[in-house]
């Protein structure tokens, strides 16, 4: 450090005692006046604290002992006793340094006389944090492991091992301390973190899921390589924090331009407000995007007939009315670019608020990302095996679920299918070692309302109950059905997966994702479906199958009724009683041994 010189050091003022404080303090004149001169003299030494603060951070970085190493021996345990004390400790050295407007180091070196001691109360904060983050199943750090503090001696260029125990290559200063001629010793590059895909990222992410639900000793180590990948994935994309909506996320964005689906109005107040009415002369490339823009949306021409006649304040429910003003009657209600824009906003927010209290979604919102509150039996990489609420209507059940909140089943793409096809081979040999047979059935018949995450249910029957299976949903099927309707009662997919070009796939060809349905497997590749044409007049939630299912198995109907929820770690015995029949047949083991 060199000494300043003159021109530096002639507008440094020194500083005054500070005076007693007066008697009354509680005065807003006084407290104003107070302000003020600390503004005034925060302005006037803030070049002789800035002289001060390097010497205070070489003598700071004097105290670090190179040859200490950064783990020692202390004599507690995160979250024992005087753990709330160490963090009420902790946090008032926060509150001191942001009220006196100082370094946090130099506080806790007042405080704590030795700033290891506050390192070690950091990494205590952050593994509390973590352990009310993952629940009763985390396995995390018992006592501190000296990762801030060797973070520190790295920042301050002291020489030592690192965390993992590697030596630090040469210094700037060493290296010029080599003559002229001689070669410079070989040193690694410095790790860098890689950014990673999409893919390759929910792959790392299902390895730490996977190795905290199986307690692994290196569960730690993943969500550390996981956190620093997400980190950097979140740091290369643009602007961080804002969400741009796209035409993948609203139908009603895409397609382009709207130039020759609407016309601009064109008075002042209409203009102001951006409002716009139907082209009446479309070409037909204009026709083919509005309809595909439309596609799909709830409620359909119904919908926009009920908006035509909120539109209308004269409306009278009459024929002769509605004949005498059929021209403006059918004209569509537009939106203007506004109006679309912010249902695209509202339909995110309503869907971000669905995600967060999904009971199925794994929580990549909060940071490190958690869990569901569903148990997680067996984790693969697009998908994951969970239990049924209690009570169930068959002992043993279990639940398919995809990663990604889908509203049904096709919503799916082919790997995810795969992988659901993989956990209904796993379970129907796990059943069948049971001497027990299996049937699979997903309810979307509420998907479109509720938007609910799609599962798909496995329940074990007796041989001989589920040889009669079809004959019961058939009957269920025919008799919940409206008495006129535009589909077909039953879609036979078992018979469809016999014909050439259906197989595994006749379920995904013989319905579409966009109309609510229900559909039971009796084999792997086919079974049994229905269209449900009135949402209002089908059972709610999954009581249609639980009806069937428990009529079969001779349930009680307050057991058939009763619909429950997740809790929190609530079901650990049920989870590994089930688990430890599952090992055997769980083929995401083989996922484990694969690299991200």
């Given at each position: ?348 927010q309503k869907m971000s608020k669905i995600l967060d209290t999904c009971p199925l ?94 599962t798909l249910n496995a329940i074990p029957l007796p041989s001989d109950l589920a ?21 077909k009662p039953v879609i036979d997919t078992q018979a469809l997966s016999a014909r ?97």
């Amino acid at each position: 450090m060199h000494e300043p010189s003159a021109s530096d050091i002639e507008q440094i003022h020194s500083r005054r005692p500070r005076s007693p404080p007066g008697k009354f303090t509680s005065s807003k004149e006084d407290r104003d006046a107070k302000l003020r001169q600390a503004e005034v003299s925060e302005q006037l030494s803030a070049p002789q604290r800035d002289f001060e603060s390097d010497e205070a951070s070489d003598a700071e970085h004097a105290k670090l002992d190179a040859s200490e190493p950064a783990q020692r021996e202390v004599n507690y345990t995160f979250g024992d006793k005087g753990s709330q004390w160490r963090m009420t400790k902790l946090k008032g050295v926060y509150r001191v340094a942001e009220e006196t407007r100082r370094k946090v180091d130099d506080v806790a070196l007042e405080k704590y006389g030795d700033i290891r001691d506050f390192d070690d109360a950091r990494e205590e904060e952050r593994e509390i944090e973590r352990r009310k983050t993952y629940g009763k199943d985390y396995v995390g750090l018992e006592k501190p492991s000296g990762e801030f503090y060797q973070e520190r001696k790295m920042e301050a260029g002291l020489p030592g091992r690192d965390a993992e125990g590697f030596e630090p290559g040469p210094s700037a200063a060493n290296t010029m301390a080599i003559g002229q001629g001689q070669r410079l010793p070989e040193v690694d590059a410095p790790m860098t973190t890689k950014v990673l895909e999409t893919t390759a990222l929910n792959k790392l992410k299902a390895q730490m899921m996977r190795a905290k639900l199986m307690k692994a000793p290196n569960a730690t180590q993943l969500e550390e390589e996981y956190n620093l990948a997400a980190a950097a994935s979140k740091a290369n994309s643009a602007q961080p924090g804002t969400v741009v909506l796209s035409e993948m996320d609203d139908r009603q964005l895409a397609y382009g331009s709207r130039t020759g689906e609407v016309r601009q109005l064109s008075g002042r107040r209409a203009q102001e407000r951006g409002t716009v009415e139907e082209n009446e002369d479309m070409s037909i490339e204009d026709m083919v995007r509005a309809e595909k823009r439309s596609r799909g949306v709830a409620g359909g021409e119904g919908r926009q007939l009920a908006e035509r006649i909120a539109k209308d304040g004269k409306f009278v429910d009459d024929l002769d009315y509605m004949d005498d003003n059929a021209t403006r009657l059918s004209k569509r209600i537009m939106k203007s670019d506004g109006q679309l824009r912010d249902v695209a906003i509202g339909d995110f927010q309503k869907m971000s608020k669905i995600l967060d209290t999904c009971p199925l979604c794994f929580k990549d919102s909060t940071d490190p990302p958690g869990p569901p509150v569903a148990p997680v039996v067996s984790l693969a990489t697009r998908t994951y095996l969970t239990l049924p609420t209690e009570p169930e209507i068959s002992r043993g059940g279990a639940m398919i679920a995809p990663l990604q909140h889908r509203l049904n089943l096709l919503e799916c793409d082919d790997d995810e299918w795969e992988e659901i096809r993989n956990f209904m081979k796993s379970l129907t040999r796990l059943y069948a070692a049971q001497n027990k047979s299996v049937i699979f059935y997903e309810n979307a018949a509420h998907f479109p309302s509720r938007r609910g995450h799609a599962t798909l249910n496995a329940i074990p029957l007796p041989s001989d109950l589920a040889d009669g299976a079809p004959a019961y949903f058939k009957e269920a099927i025919l008799s919940s059905d409206e008495q006129w309707s535009q589909h077909k009662p039953v879609i036979d997919t078992q018979a469809l997966s016999a014909r050439p070009g259906y197989g595994k796939w006749a379920f995904r060809k013989a319905l579409v994702k966009e109309m609510p349905y229900f559909h039971v497997f009796f084999t792997l590749d086919g079974g049994m479906g229905h269209v449900v044409e009135d949402s209002r007049r089908w059972p709610k939630g999954d009581l249609f199958a639980r009806e069937i299912i428990g009529g079969m198995l001779d349930r009680s109907m307050e057991t058939i009724k009763r619909q429950g929820r997740w809790d929190k770690g609530g079901d650990a015995k049920r989870v590994e009683g089930f688990r430890r029949k599952w090992e055997a047949y769980d083929w995401t083991k083989a996922l484990m041994d694969q690299g991200p």
